[in-house]
């Protein structure tokens, strides 16, 4: 069985401060690894995702990830964040072999203040 | 279409109602998949579809769950007899990407909102 868990239910953080959500996740074979982000009432929208190769992959709105693979994380990192940042975020991961099926984490609301 | 829609938005059932959600996918996307949001939750699998074909019904809670893609264009989310644990957010998601493929992104809709009262 594979499973995600992210760490913080809740992140209050400052304008233009930095910020890491963390997520790791369980699985004995290999995985791809996804965050996404919710806007109120709106759907999902992926920020970035792991496949393979280089292990810092780079998403949309400054956002970007680290895979270690040793320590089973995969955690998301803003430098400088923006009131607009304010949402849910969700890790979430698929195994090598069940395509889309994506198994997600309970999520992380990031709720940046002024 | 541009995106993946569904409608309704939202719908207010009465316990033991039958409801039906519609999905209409991105134009030419193979694979169509419906998660369930419960409320402070992250989506959780329902069910997959390879054009029309259900290839994995595996997250459908029970068996008042039901869903179909006939055309293997717009899918609909049939529940039977409502319960009031049915109270989520429907979300409908479309890929171009066929087959067991990692790389399978998804585009999701901006889900169905059903309260059972």
């Known amino acids: 069985a594979q499973s995600v868990t992210q760490l913080d239910s809740q992140v209050p953080v400052f304008e233009e401060a930095p910020v890491e959500l963390r997520c790791n996740y369980s699985?004995?074979?290999?995985?791809?690894l996804f965050w996404y982000v919710q806007y109120p009432n709106q759907g999902l929208q992926l920020l970035l995702k792991?496949?393979?190769?280089?292990?810092l992959v780079k998403g949309i709105n400054g956002f970007e990830a680290e895979f270690n693979k040793s320590q089973t994380s995969f955690h998301l990192r803003k430098p400088s964040v923006h009131i607009s940042d304010t949402a849910e975020y969700f890790c979430?991961?698929?195994?090598?072999?069940?395509?889309?099926?994506?198994?997600f984490g309970q999520g992380t609301e990031l709720s940046v203040k002024p | 279409g541009a995106g993946v829609s569904q409608s309704p938005r939202y719908k207010v059932a009465k316990r033991g109602q039958d409801v039906a959600l519609r999905c209409d996918p991105i134009?030419?996307?193979?694979?169509l998949f419906w998660y369930q949001q419960a409320l402070g939750q992250g989506p959780e699998f329902l069910t997959y579809?390879?054009?029309?074909?259900?290839?994995?019904k595996s997250g459908l809670p029970s068996d008042r769950f039901f869903a179909e893609r006939p055309e293997g264009s717009v899918s609909t989310l049939k529940i039977q007899r409502t319960q009031q644990e049915d109270s989520a957010v429907y979300l409908c998601?479309?890929?171009?990407?066929?087959?067991?493929?990692?790389?399978?992104?998804?585009?999701f809709g901006a889900g169905s909102r059903l309260t059972v009262l």
């Open positions: 579809f390879q054009n029309e074909a259900q290839l994995d």
């Open positions: 998601a479309s890929s171009q990407t066929q087959g067991a493929s990692g790389a399978n992104v998804l585009t």
């Open positions: 792991y496949l393979s190769g280089s292990t």
């Open positions: 979430a991961v698929i195994r090598g072999n069940q395509g889309g099926k994506l198994i």
């Open positions: 134009s030419g996307h193979v694979s």
């Open positions: 699985s004995s074979v290999s995985v791809y």
